[in-house]
């Protein structure tokens, strides 16, 4: 009587809402501060000031429907032309109001992408495993296939050669995600000049376009000075989905931008899709008050200083036990591997000491767990006793 | 290269916005004020205090996480419950928390909405003409077919026999939009009786539910102190998609919900379905700070009266004048008889005295034009001079 396939996709909770809903209950029973939940990526570091501040200064200064009201679909032009010129600063771009289209977070920006860029039922999206789950969710919703290439399990760079492989006519785009979720890696200079390599003999190959489609909503969230490459430097067809979530910790107010360069293949057409899209999902502008506090916080970000030490303090903690783990050099995820081979059973086995951390099957990886560090630096504290608890089960058994 | 559909989609602008933009082009030429912008739907009268305080007040009390964190999917749990205890002592109904999932708006509730029920490529959603453009661009993303029913000319409301006819095996759902963009008009009781009637018959001889989609955002926009009926009393299988654009003067800021009664059929499949094709359609939760604001501001609304005022103001001057239109009860539009058979003309002479009313075309009902009126009253009363030399015209002619 309703979707199957919709009705599946709301029964079916990604494992990760599932250990979070477990969490709350079960700290409902045993006391909050006996449960180790590491589960979900909701941001703990509190927005910046500038956040506050500018939502106030808007609301005392602006009439009522120049903050609230219709923004055009693309979003607010000031808005979209400040971005511009930050990215400008930022990266010696030539960015223009035009190149941004505002959305409602990264989910509507990749989803609004793939519905623009899929053209027949054939087309094919690569994702690099592990990969956010959700991307099979928006290429299945544009009405496109999915393709997963594995990255390398050394330090979770991209595998070129397999990707070459995975590459046929029916390839509309790759989405690649740097710093990475849920590995932590950060895409290096060399994976880039291969990937873009690959890519140009390929489309030139296939006499076609083919889209390299950028999520970056932790680009911001990089440790020891590490710089985030600016991916159209490197490939010209690169489509930027970009949220404020993480960087501005601003997960639920659902704002982010699309960002088409005008060097892509026909970008006006792109563009104009784009708007199409957009329309279609039914997502009429982004949420008009936070595209003006974003314009007043470019540059600005939550204080990562808290994710750096957080990091470091679990990272060296599970090492010093002898869990395996690549050193992250952005997000907030450690991924670790199981201590046994179905990571679904190490992630239940946990779970016995309180311990809530994502199974990696559902990333399209098994074998691995996903630790998210955005958590109460003493949580990660009290909880190297349940790591050893689980460690000790292992080497017991 | 792209999408065609969604090319087109994007680059065919509604022929509100089309208006909208040229207005704001030729007022840069002949000045602000010699333009009479009757065009788009965004208000004019500022959000309640009641949204300023209570965003001032969350940002000095709570934490950053807690306004804005991602909620759950389907919305705050505490938000929910607050509205349905509103709803419950308004319409004297019994809702829970669980029957409201929390979206980015009406659009988003109708995409959303309709994506859940559609089963397959051969379902059909009847829309009444006049009707919102954008009924049909969401009944397309959703894969199902468009049918549409005039209403009955003189009053606008639904022609039940007309409606009779339209509804086959295939019939999934019908859409109204009560009080009526853009008629204005207000369903009565009598209709609602005997529109349910109908739909109880219908459900019966197809052995199948007939899900009637009642999508509300003008439910506070009446006036002479008219009740809007409640519609699930009247119809069981009654699914509602709100918005606090109008009501609260929030239309930037994309918040609404989907409320699915208990007693709709399958109900709980239903709203796992709505789930999903949230999930689908990338909305992760609907904006967070906006959902503690309305929580604050349940029963207030923005000073309608000065909706009234125009109401009557342009009503009764056009009147005079000789124009053609249905007294509304309720939204801030008059549609309007257009001087000749052809309104996209009739339109572009009332360019002429910079005069920007909609044609009827996209609403599906030719012969009329929509006039918003909410607007400044200044302008109303600036443009009757305009108004007058339209009629002129054609008097002339």
Chains 1, 2 share one sequence.
Not at 114 to 131: C, G, H, N, Q, R
Not at 134 to 139: D, Q, S, T
Not at 240 to 247: A, E
Not at 264 to 271: G, H, K, L, M
Request: neutral net charge; charged residues 25%.
């Amino acid at each position: 009587m309703v979707s199957k396939e919709m009705y599946e996709l709301g029964a079916k909770r990604s494992v990760i809402r599932d250990l979070f809903e477990y969490g709350k209950q079960k700290a409902a029973i045993v006391g909050k501060e006996n449960i180790f939940d590491f589960s979900i990526g909701n941001p703990t570091v509190p927005a910046p000031e500038c956040v506050k501040e500018s939502i106030i200064k808007l609301l005392k200064t602006k009439k009522s429907d120049e903050i609230h009201g219709y923004t055009s679909a693309q979003g607010d032009f000031e808005v979209r032309k400040n971005i511009a010129d930050y990215m400008n600063g930022k990266f010696n771009c030539q960015l223009k109001a035009e190149n941004f289209y505002m959305t409602c977070g990264a989910a509507a920006s990749l989803s609004i992408t793939l519905k623009a860029l899929t053209v027949s039922s054939e087309d094919e999206f690569i994702i690099i495993a592990p990969y956010f789950p959700e991307y099979r969710v928006f290429i299945k919703n544009a009405g496109a296939k999915v393709i997963a290439v594995p990255a390398d399990p050394e330090d979770f760079q991209i595998q070129v050669n397999l990707l070459e492989k995975a590459i046929d006519f029916h390839t509309r785009g790759i989405i690649i995600n740097s710093p990475n979720n849920p590995s932590g890696v950060v895409y290096s200079e060399k994976t880039l000049r291969s990937l873009a390599g690959l890519l140009k003999r390929k489309s030139k190959e296939y006499k076609k376009a083919l889209y390299l489609i950028s999520d970056e909503p932790y680009r911001e969230i990089v440790y020891d000075g590490i710089q985030v490459p600016y991916i159209p430097d490197y490939y010209e067809n690169t489509i930027i989905c970009y949220s404020y979530s993480k960087s501005l910790s601003l997960p639920g107010e659902r704002i982010g931008y699309i960002l088409i360069p005008s060097f892509v293949e026909n970008a006006r057409d792109v563009y104009t899709a784009v708007c199409g899209a957009g329309r279609s999902l039914g997502y009429v502008c982004a949420p008009s008050l936070f595209q003006r506090v974003i314009m007043q916080c470019l540059g600005k970000t939550s204080d990562i200083a808290l994710y750096d030490s957080n990091r470091k303090l679990l990272y060296d903690g599970l090492n010093k036990m002898g869990y395996r783990c690549v050193r992250p050099d952005g997000a907030f995820y450690l991924f670790v591997r199981s201590l046994e081979e179905n990571a679904v059973d190490f992630s239940e086995n946990a779970k016995k000491f309180n311990l809530l951390i994502v199974p990696s099957d559902d990333f399209g990886c098994p074998g691995y767990v996903r630790i998210s560090y955005c958590v109460d630096p003493e949580m990660i504290k009290r909880s190297f006793y349940a790591f050893q608890k689980l460690k000790d089960l292992y080497q017991s058994g």
